[in-house]
């Protein structure tokens, strides 16, 4: 496990943009692993800029998204289809037939994830896995007491984070209270992780992951098995890390 500590919100995006332009360049067909939520907004910002400036080319880049809610079409602004559309694929020269979100409208869910997972392996895994954390620690949406094995499933959503995603929706009652997500088992087999994490409302779970005990009540705490993970943190985020990194 490796811990970057950045002074600002901006340093942790272009840290984040830094090794997901790295993977690309060393393998043009890279399969990335990609995940939504406020925090990777700016780091896929900055991905948008490379590939402008002629840096970055995603024509044969893959992607794999982390989950999908249950029951919202990709053209629900809410959906993480489009939110993946509108903050990268759109303004990049990926082909949209090699990005892959979680169906959340699928008639039979336990057969679509079963697919997810063999596309995955069929595409030869996933070379870098990008991670927010929940302020719970949760990851994708592996929620506190989802065990290291699971795999993409159907899984509740906790009174927690549909309280903290309630800020994307008009009202509390509009968060969907299911999701589809990749599972634990299926995040760790990523050849490698990279987690952002900003604001003094995640440094106590940041500290949790990082230095506390390996619990499925931390499901981040489970990145401490993997080989090649590293945090890229903002400042506030680690400002409970007891350690010096
Ligand atoms: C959602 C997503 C997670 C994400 C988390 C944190 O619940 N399923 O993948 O990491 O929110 O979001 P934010 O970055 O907005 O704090």
């Known amino acids: 496990m490796e811990i970057i500590i950045l002074n600002s919100a901006e340093e942790m995006s272009k840290k984040g943009a830094e090794i997901v332009a790295a993977a690309v360049k060393r393998n043009p067909k890279a399969v990335l692993g990609l995940a939504t939520g406020g925090t990777p907004v700016k780091m896929y910002a900055e991905l ?91 990851i994708a949406f592996n929620e506190p007491l989802s065990g290291i094995m699971t795999r993409t499933r159907k899984v509740a959503i906790s009174q927690r984070t549909i309280t903290d995603n309630a800020r994307f929706f008009k009202s509390m009652n509009e968060v969907p209270k299911t999701a589809v997500t990749m599972g634990i088992g299926t995040i760790l087999k990523a050849k490698k992780i990279i987690l952002l994490a900003s604001g003094s409302n995640k440094a106590d779970v940041i500290a949790a992951a990082v230095e506390g005990p390996i619990t499925h009540l931390i499901p981040a705490s489970f990145l401490q098995f993997h080989p090649d993970t590293v945090f890229v943190l903002e400042k506030e985020a680690a400002s409970k890390l007891k350690g010096k990194y």
């Open 48 to 138: 948008i800029k490379l590939y402008k400036n002629g840096v970055l080319d995603f024509k044969k880049a893959r992607t794999f998204n982390l989950d999908e809610y249950v029951g919202l079409p990709g053209t629900h602004d809410q959906s993480y289809r489009y939110f993946m559309n509108e903050n990268l694929f759109n303004h990049i020269n990926i082909n949209k037939k090699n990005t892959n979100v979680p169906d959340g409208l699928a008639k039979d869910i336990e057969k679509s994830c079963a697919a997810y997972e063999a596309k995955i392996n069929a595409w030869g895994g996933i070379d870098l896995q990008v991670l927010g954390i929940g302020s719970n620690g949760h």
